[in-house]
């Protein structure tokens, strides 16, 4: 090793020290910590809870085509389908009762933005916040938390 018999002696008992307690680590881990594992069955009611909910909390607008804003003479236009998440359960019904409206605001903003603003990111955000900030206007009062494009096709 080094020639110096205290230096090697050092290595040899600072290795086995070493590979001791990197044995011991790992029959700890196998052996000794038994890791409790989640119940299926809880599991799964949590899950479906989490659909239902998801499910009973969005109010979906129908597919839609709408014209867009050229500088061309090439004709272009989106088709969307819009969820709609309120804030509460009460937000749902009032949503129903003012689709058309809904339908008018998402037909009158994005009839007036351009294809090349609602191709990038930041423009389907200011849509978004667009289309929000208009219906509560509207209704007077914040009714829609997010806004969920489940088809966002641009032609």
Not at 70 to 94: A, E, Q, T
Request: charged share 25%.
């Amino acid at each position: 090793m080094t020639g110096n018999k205290k230096a090697d002696l050092a290595i040899m008992i600072l290795s086995l020290v070493t590979s001791l307690a990197v044995v011991g680590i790992m029959a700890f881990r196998m052996f000794i910590f038994k890791k409790n594992l989640p119940d299926p069955q809880a599991l799964e009611a949590l899950l479906q809870q989490e659909r239902s909910d998801m499910d009973s909390g969005t109010f979906p607008i129908k597919k839609m085509i709408v014209n867009l804003q050229s500088r061309k003479n090439r004709l272009r236009f989106l088709d969307v389908k819009i969820n709609l998440m309120p804030f509460g359960r009460r937000d749902l019904d009032v949503l129903a009762r003012n689709r058309h409206t809904i339908q008018d605001i998402i037909i009158d903003t994005v009839s007036r933005m351009y294809p090349h603003q609602l191709n990038k990111l930041t423009g389907k955000i200011l849509l978004e916040n667009r289309i929000k900030q208009q219906v509560h206007d509207k209704l007077g009062y914040p009714a829609i938390k997010n806004i969920y494009f489940s088809r966002f096709v641009i032609q």
